[in-house]
């Protein structure tokens, strides 16, 4: 059984900064892409960033130069590092597992999922 654990969401003031974990379990992720989507309320789940199996990163034009996402495969853990937070940026954020790694933009090519963790920015 694969499992995804998000945590470190919170509420943060606007151009603060927040980091994010995804605890796998059940599964090593060092042959898998692995990847960080988010969905604000009445929104679809969108794209903000993912890292390869060969430790390629890819990121949304809307988050880059102020997140950065990494891993370490001794913990099975992947981060997302959030600086200079804006009130658009609240919106619950989720970690996915994929084990085709293509199109990693995509919320389709991701096999498994995290519950979510919740990032709130205030103005």
């Known amino acids: 059984q694969v499992q995804l654990v998000e945590s470190g969401g919170g509420l943060v003031q606007a151009g603060g900064s927040l980091k994010l974990s995804c605890a796998v379990s059940?599964?090593?992720?060092?042959?898998?892409?692995m990847g960080w989507f988010r969905q604000a309320p009445g929104k679809e789940r969108e794209f903000v960033a993912a890292i390869s199996w060969g430790s390629g990163t890819y990121y949304a034009d809307s988050v880059k130069g102020r997140f950065t996402i990494s891993r370490d495969n001794a913990k099975n853990t992947v981060y997302l590092q959030m600086n200079s937070l804006k009130p658009e940026d609240t919106a619950s954020y989720y970690c996915g597992k994929s084990r085709s790694g293509s199109p990693l933009r995509s919320s389709s090519a991701y096999d498994y999922w995290g519950q979510g963790t919740q990032v709130t920015v205030s103005s």
């Open positions: 059940g599964r090593t992720i060092s042959l898998s892409t």
